[in-house]
C-alpha cells in the first residue's frame, strides 16, 4: 500500500506538470511551484489545436506460428494472434509534443486447442494482454534546454544486437530471438532533460518507475519448468542516471553513469531483488567511408547473484563491432561482446564456483533490399561461449510491402543447444508469419 501510495503521488504530479505545460499560457507558468529559479527564455505562448483523426495512426496484425516442438500442447500451431496497436501523437503550435501508444492483442490458440492444457502462467502472459507503451510530453523549454516527461525509451550506445551500456529500458524476452531488441524494449517513466552547449549535449535522468524485464512463463515451450517464477519485489525509489555525449565530424562519443536497480536481480525470501547497482561507461563511434567501427565499455558495482546472496561482485562489460554498408542497399554488422566478473578468483577462492568468470557473446547481421526496396531480406545469428559452443540462435526472415500500409512478413527461428538454457529449447524452432496493415 505504501509503494501504492507514492506511486500515486508520483504519477499525480507528473500528471499535473504536463496539464500545466499543455495548458498554461507560458512555460513560466507551466513550471511555476515546480522550480524556485524562473526560466529566462520561453516558447511563445500556446495556442490550442484541437485533436484531429490524422493525430491517430495504427496498425493491425494477425500473426500465426509454426512450432517444431514435439510436446503437446505446443507442437504444430502454437500461435494464432490477433493484435491492434494504437499511436496518438498531438503537436501543439508551441512545439511541444504529446505521444501515446497502446498495444492489445488475443491469441486464439488457446482456445481452439483447449486452455485446460496450458499452464495457468501461460495462459496469464500469453492468451491475451492490453498493454501501454509510450506515454510522454516532450519540448523545448530554451533553445537550449529539452524536456520529455513520461513513459519513454532512451537508447543508450550504438549496438542493435547486444547490450552493453543500455541499461535503462527493461526488455520483454518472454519469446526470446522472435524479434529485435529496439522492439523489446519496455518504456519506463523517466523525467529527461537535454542541454545542448556548442557539440555536447548533457542529458540528466530521474528514473521514477522501476520495471524489470518479463521472462519467459513456466509451463511454456520457452520455460518448460512446473514452478513459477518468481515475483520482482516492488520499489517505489527515484535513481539516477546521467549522459553525456558529442557528434564530431566523422565520430560521436558517450560517457554514461547511472544508480540504476539491476535489471536480472537476485532471488531472495520469495521475490528476486534488485539491488542499486553503479554503472559507469562510455561508447565511442568511428566513421570511415562505408565503415563504422563502434565500441562499448561499462563497469558495474554492487552486483548480487542468486547462487552467491552473502557476496558483491564487480563486472566489466566490454564490446567492439563493425558495420559495413559498402554494398547497395545492404547493410552488414559483426558485434562481440565479453562480461568479466573482477576478482572472481579471489572473492571465491573458498567457494564454489556457480557462477562464470567471462561470458563471450556475438552477433552477425546482414539485410538487404530487392525490388525497389520492397522486399526486405535478414539474417541474424547470435552465440554464446568463447568458442561458439554455449547455446544461442539463429533468425532469417523476409518482409514484402504487398502495397502502402500492407505487409507480409515470413521468418523462422532455430534455437542452438549449448547451454543448460538453450538445450531445454534446442527443439522449439519456429516458422512465423504476419500480414500487417497500417493505417
Known amino acids: 500500500m505504501l509503494f501504492a501510495h507514492h506511486?500515486?503521488?508520483?504519477?499525480?504530479?507528473?500528471?499535473?506538470?504536463?496539464?500545466?505545460?499543455?495548458?498554461?499560457?507560458?512555460?513560466?507558468?507551466a513550471l511555476e511551484g515546480f522550480d524556485n529559479e524562473p526560466i529566462k527564455e520561453v516558447n511563445n505562448s500556446i495556442k490550442k489545436k484541437e485533436p484531429?483523426?490524422?493525430?491517430?495512426?495504427?496498425?493491425?496484425t494477425e500473426e500465426a506460428t509454426l512450432s517444431y516442438d514435439d510436446k503437446t500442447p505446443h507442437n504444430g500451431i502454437s500461435s494464432l494472434k490477433s493484435s491492434l496497436f494504437l499511436d496518438y501523437e498531438h503537436k501543439f503550435n508551441n512545439g511541444f509534443k504529446v505521444k501515446t501508444n497502446a498495444k492489445a492483442y488475443y491469441d486464439a490458440i488457446y482456445s481452439i486447442r483447449g486452455r485446460e492444457k496450458y499452464s495457468k502462467d501461460e495462459l496469464n502472459e500469453f492468451e491475451s494482454e492490453v498493454k501501454l507503451f509510450d506515454a510522454y510530453i516532450e519540448g523545448s523549454l530554451t533553445n537550449k534546454l529539452d524536456m520529455k516527461i513520461g513513459r519513454q525509451v532512451v537508447v543508450w550506445g550504438r549496438s542493435d544486437t547486444i547490450r552493453?551500456?543500455?541499461?535503462?529500458?527493461?526488455?520483454?524476452?518472454?519469446?526470446?530471438?522472435?524479434?529485435?531488441?529496439?522492439?523489446?524494449?519496455?518504456?519506463?517513466?523517466?523525467?529527461k532533460f537535454d542541454y545542448y552547449i556548442r557539440d555536447w549535449r548533457i542529458t540528466p535522468i530521474a528514473v521514477i518507475e522501476q520495471r524489470f524485464s518479463k521472462n519467459p512463463p513456466a509451463g511454456s515451450t520457452y520455460n518448460p519448468s512446473i514452478n513459477s517464477i518468481p515475483s520482482d519485489k516492488s520499489y517505489s525509489d527515484i535513481t539516477p542516471a546521467l549522459s553525456i555525449g558529442a557528434e564530431f565530424s566523422g565520430w560521436d562519443i558517450n560517457f554514461y553513469a547511472s544508480n540504476l536497480r539491476d535489471d536480472t536481480g537476485y532471488f531472495k525470501n520469495g521475490k528476486i531483488n534488485h539491488n542499486r547497482v553503479k554503472m559507469?561507461?562510455?561508447?565511442?563511434?568511428?566513421?570511415?567511408?562505408?565503415?563504422?567501427?563502434?565500441?562499448?565499455?561499462?563497469?558495474?558495482?554492487?552486483?548480487?547473484?542468486?547462487?552467491?546472496?552473502?557476496?558483491?561482485?564487480?563486472?566489466?562489460?566490454?564490446?567492439?563491432?563493425?558495420?559495413?554498408?559498402?554494398?547497395?542497399?545492404?547493410?552488414?554488422?559483426?558485434?562481440?561482446s565479453l562480461r568479466k566478473v573482477n576478482d572472481y578468483n579471489k572473492i571465491l577462492r573458498n567457494n564454489p564456483r556457480p557462477i562464470k568468470k567471462d561470458k563471450y557473446q556475438q552477433a552477425f547481421r546482414i539485410s538487404s533490399d530487392f525490388i525497389n526496396s520492397t522486399l526486405h531480406a535478414n539474417y541474424l545469428i547470435s552465440l554464446f561461449g568463447k568458442e561458439l559452443n554455449?547455446?544461442?540462435?539463429?533468425?532469417?526472415?523476409?518482409?514484402?510491402?504487398i502495397s502502402d500500409g500492407i505487409n507480409a512478413n515470413i521468418g523462422l527461428v532455430d534455437y542452438i543447444g549449448g547451454s543448460k538454457l538453450f538445450d531445454t529449447i534446442k527443439n522449439s524452432d519456429m516458422i512465423f508469419t504476419n500480414l500487417s496493415y497500417s493505417f
Not at 519469446?175 to 529496439?182: A, F, H, Q, S, T
Not at 554494398?327 to 559483426?334: C, E, G, L
Not at 554455449?390 to 510491402?401: N, T
Open 7 to 29: 506511486h500515486m503521488v508520483r504519477v499525480s504530479l507528473l500528471t499535473l506538470l504536463c496539464f500545466n505545460i499543455i495548458n498554461a499560457e507560458t512555460i513560466d507558468e
Open 52 to 60: 484531429t483523426f490524422k493525430d491517430f495512426t495504427g496498425k493491425l
Open 164 to 191: 552493453i551500456t543500455d541499461v535503462l529500458n527493461p526488455l520483454d524476452n518472454r519469446r526470446p530471438g522472435m524479434v529485435d531488441i529496439e522492439d523489446l524494449r519496455l518504456p519506463v517513466g523517466m523525467v
Open 280 to 336: 559507469f561507461g562510455t561508447a565511442l563511434n568511428i566513421l570511415n567511408g562505408s565503415w563504422l567501427f563502434k565500441t562499448e565499455l561499462a563497469y558495474f558495482n554492487g552486483l548480487k547473484y542468486t547462487a552467491i546472496k552473502d557476496k558483491t561482485f564487480n563486472r566489466t562489460d566490454g564490446l567492439i563491432g563493425l558495420e559495413y554498408n559498402g554494398i547497395a542497399d545492404t547493410h552488414i554488422s559483426y558485434d562481440i
Open 390 to 401: 554455449e547455446g544461442g540462435f539463429q533468425r532469417a526472415w523476409i518482409k514484402y510491402d
